[in-house]
């Protein structure tokens, strides 16, 4: 069975919400019923301008789910995309690219411009996914955005996150979900950071929040999750190293346009775009 084997269809029943609510639990191991959206909020969001969408095997399992609700940015209606969730069997198999593309569908049918969601920028696997392949811009981050969590896969580390803007309509989204990659990496990308190994982990090492160039690169680790499980000191280390950068860089003018990853080495990288950089894309464009 394979990731086209999959049925994608919208949500809009008690048993659906349910579902989607097993889900929560399995995909995140949520323990405080505090963290779960409930039945009743699934259904009234998604029937008063959200997006429910659940993925379905052919056993009728139900194996992922996209969930976003109506919202305003500066008067401007939008979705916020609020929970992307795969069953683990699934997660590298393409379905929350299906997911996300369905979600942008839905939204592009009701004449909107916009969607945006947040994640951790210690999740490589994210990342990648979000601004490599979904071609998302990142400018804006939020400190410890969700407080505490009952979940194992964020607990132990404040919950700092970017904030995706997934303009559906631009050119370059359009050429990214057509499989069109920009140009290399080029010299003139300059690392804010470096990384070293300690002890099993990788660490952060040598940032510089001087630089001042068209292009920047922020070096990040993979396996953050498993991280914060066995040393949350490590994390704890690199989300304050990281918020240090991002904070920095972004109120510089910067924003995160790619990733790169090699899942090989077991690292990935931002590339922040300076405003000059910018400028002379919008003039290209």
């Known amino acids: 069975m394979t990731v086209t084997d999959i ?46 969408i659940g993925a379905f095997a052919p056993t009728g399992e139900m194996v992922g789910f996209v969930y976003s609700l109506a919202a305003l940015k500066n008067g401007r209606a939008t979705q916020w995309s609020h929970m992307l969730g795969v069953a683990d069997a699934w997660r590298r198999a393409g379905l929350g690219r299906r997911l996300k593309l369905a979600q942008r569908d839905r939204t592009l049918d009701m004449g ?29 981050y939020a400190e410890n955005i969700y407080g505490d969590s009952s979940s194992p896969l964020h607990r132990g580390t404040p919950t700092d996150r970017l904030i995706a803007q997934w303009w559906i309509r631009d050119p370059r989204v359009v050429a990214r979900l057509s499989g069109g990659r920009p140009r290399p990496v080029t010299p003139r990308a300059i690392s804010v950071n470096q990384l070293e190994v300690r002890g099993h982990w990788l660490a952060c090492r040598d940032i510089d929040l001087s630089v001042q160039a ?66 002379h894309e919008a003039k290209l464009s």
């Open 214 to 279: 068209p292009e920047l690169l922020v070096h990040i680790p993979v396996g953050f999750s498993e991280m914060q499980a066995a040393e949350p000191a490590a994390a704890r280390d690199w989300r304050s190293a990281t918020r240090e950068i991002f904070v920095t860089y972004f109120g510089r003018g910067y924003r995160a346009v790619d990733f790169f990853l090699d899942g090989e080495a077991r690292r990935g990288a931002y590339l922040l775009a300076g405003p000059v950089r910018q400028a």
């Open 7 to 52: 049925v994608l269809r919208d949500l809009r029943t008690v048993d659906d919400c349910q579902k989607v609510v097993g889900l929560e639990r399995t995909v995140w191991g949520y323990t405080d019923s505090l963290d779960i959206v409930p039945v009743p909020i699934l259904i009234v969001t998604a029937k008063r301008g959200g997006i429910l």
């Open 112 to 140: 909107l411009d916009l969607i945006e969601w947040t994640f951790d920028p210690m999740q490589a696997a994210n990342a990648h996914l979000n601004l490599s392949h979904l071609g998302v811009v990142v400018e804006d």
